[in-house]
């Protein structure tokens, strides 16, 4: 009888729980930094996508304002003189035309090494207007910053998140002495706010500069700065051209600068997520917790320069 062969003993053993748990905890970790890793790529990416529209956003406005006042055209007004040389100046004829408003500054601080939020940046809102001639009409554009929100509670203005606006109004008669251009903005600005179309939201910051074919800042542009920098008046100084100065060469006589030579225009926007961030504040009834928040958004302003030159200066 054949003898009945046996299976030799097998010495594999299988996972105890002590290793299972380990593989399990590694698998764990790697999953967990794999999406610690594609959370953060898709951060960046949109982080990219939402600076991308901000800068395209901000040259086409830049761009924009840029062309207006590059086209800045002269009537050749002669009844301009201003004998008494007085502030603010008398209605006549406007060219070029800009104010800033110190009271609807957005004031943006940091902290400092000693952790106390000090000053870092003031952002500033100018109002802009030019006379502009195409062919034989005459174009009156502005542009403003008005209020996003209002404060319901009090009738004032929330400072700190505007929305740009662009005016454009136009005439086929002959310019004379006629300052209705230029009057009708500013009526249009302060109470009905007809032939403005609105350009862009979260705007902080706009600001011109008008230079002298030397490159220099008009002496009373600077003056009217000075007066202006720590006025709280909705109703501040206006710099406009043409502008009649002293002449320092003989003091009875006067400088017509009718328009500046070229200007530098800046342009704030504030990112598209703090901008919502804020609104959400705000329309939750925070208007105090919005505001600080905004106080702290120095890093999330885009900033946009550009220097134009005006051909039709003298």
């Excluded at 005459?138 to 542009?143: A, D, E, F, Q, T």
């Excluded at 225009?265 to 939750?284: D, K, Q, V, W």
């Amino acid at each position: 009888m054949r003898p009945i062969l046996r299976r030799p003993s097998c010495s594999c053993r299988g996972l105890t729980i002590l290793e299972m748990l380990v593989s399990t905890a590694m698998l764990a970790v790697i999953v967990v930094g794999l999406t610690a890793m594609l959370i953060q790529t898709q951060k960046a990416f949109k982080t990219g996508i939402k600076q991308t529209t901000v800068t395209d956003a901000g040259r086409a406005i830049v761009d924009m304002i840029a062309a207006d006042l590059s086209q800045s055209s002269d009537p050749h007004f002669t009844n301009v003189i201003n004998t008494n040389f007085s502030y603010p100046l008398p209605p006549y004829p406007t060219n070029l035309f800009w104010q800033w408003i110190p009271a609807y500054d957005l004031i943006q601080s940091n902290l400092n090494g000693s952790g106390i939020m000090v000053p870092f940046r003031v952002n500033e809102l100018e109002d802009i207007f030019v006379t502009v001639q195409t062919n034989n009409t005459w174009l009156g554009i502005g542009y403003c910053v008005s209020n996003w929100f209002t404060n319901s509670g009090t009738g004032l203005p929330f400072p700190g998140l505007y929305t740009l606006y662009r005016y454009v109004t136009n005439t086929t008669a002959p310019l004379t002495n006629d300052i209705f251009l230029y009057t009708n903005f500013q009526y249009s600005l302060q109470n009905n706010f007809t032939n403005f179309h609105r350009i862009a939201d979260g705007v902080v910051h706009m600001k011109i500069t008008a230079y002298d074919a030397s490159g220099n800042e008009d002496p009373n542009e600077l003056y009217i700065e000075s007066l202006n920098y720590n006025s709280t008046s909705l109703n501040p100084v206006p710099i406009q051209y043409p502008v009649v100065e002293f002449n320092p060469t003989n003091s009875s006589m006067y400088i017509t600068n009718y328009l500046p030579h070229s200007v530098d225009i800046e342009l704030g926007i504030l990112e598209p997520e703090a901008f919502e961030h804020a609104r959400a504040l705000f329309t939750a009834g925070a208007t105090v917790a919005a505001e600080q928040y905004l106080s702290t958004c120095a890093g999330q302003v885009e900033i946009f320069r550009q220097h134009i030159i005006i051909p039709a200066a003298p």
